[in-house]
């Protein structure tokens, strides 16, 4: 073997290894480390905005929808959506069929109340640095205790992506 080749060989595996760590520092600073109060990952697409909600703003919505909507539990996901939409039925089905012991959707067409707290829910977000186009629906909230884990807009049908965000 020459040195040309060790050489190129040793730099596919230093390259290997700072991907390796890319990867792993990534899952630290998304999922693994501790957040600071108020800090809610929300997912958009293929984008992740780390947002500083107000923490006392987070405990009122947690507390209006477990309170006005009837959501119990340590963890839930809750599903802001409409009836009308496809993508809100498809990533209910999810649900269903993945989590149902800790799904819960709400309507936003159906009940007043609940449009009112998902537009409180929207202002806090925007408040907080969320881009504007946040505005929609499916608008997926993951809940433990009296804080919110996480924010995801869209479909998304991957079990795993849910566990993880599930996770103790």
């Known amino acids: 073997m020459s040195a040309r080749s060790v050489g190129i060989a040793l730099g596919l595996i230093a390259l290997l290894f700072l991907a390796l760590g890319g990867i792993i520092a990534a899952r ?26 107000d923490p006392e703003k987070a405990k009122e919505i947690v507390r ?4 006005l909507h009837g959501v119990n539990g340590t963890k839930v996901i809750v599903m ?20 149902p012991e800790l799904y819960r959707p709400l309507w936003v067409d159906m009940e007043e109340s609940v449009s009112i707290t998902f537009n409180e829910l929207v202002e806090a977000e925007l408040k907080a640095g969320a881009p504007p186009q946040v505005y929609g629906v499916p608008h997926t909230v993951v809940i433990r205790g009296d804080s919110i884990r996480a924010i995801v807009i869209g479909l998304v049908r991957e079990k795993s992506f849910w566990d993880e965000l599930l996770r103790d």
């Open 28 to 53: 630290y600073f998304l999922f693994e480390r501790e957040a600071q109060e108020g800090e809610v990952s929300l997912y958009f697409g293929k984008n992740v905005y780390k947002l500083d909600l």
């Open 64 to 67: 209006r929808i477990r309170e």
């Open 80 to 99: 802001f959506g409409v009836t009308t939409c496809p993508y809100c039925k498809a990533q209910e089905e999810v649900f269903r069929s993945t989590h």
